[in-house]
């Protein structure tokens, strides 16, 4: 376990925004990554993946994939 100030880290880049939301299927997803979404942090543009998820999938494993 770290608590404290060693927790805590001075920088970080981070590659990558997962959104997650809960499955709807009346909605159309884009499975083939075609569209490209980007936000901003701090002034820098970093893509956005949304992914839908339902309830008992193993979302270590989707992530790990998706990144």
């Known amino acids: 376990r770290i608590f404290g100030i060693g927790a805590v880290k001075i ?4 590659d990558l925004v997962i959104n997650m939301e809960q499955w709807d299927g009346h909605k159309v997803y884009d499975r083939m990554g ?3 979404e980007y936000t901003e942090i701090l ?4 893509p956005v993946l949304t992914i839908p998820v339902k309830p008992g999938r193993n979302l270590a494993v989707i992530i790990e994939v998706a990144a």
């Open 11 to 14: 920088s970080e880049k981070i």
């Open 34 to 36: 075609i569209d490209s």
């Open 43 to 46: 002034g820098i543009k970093v």
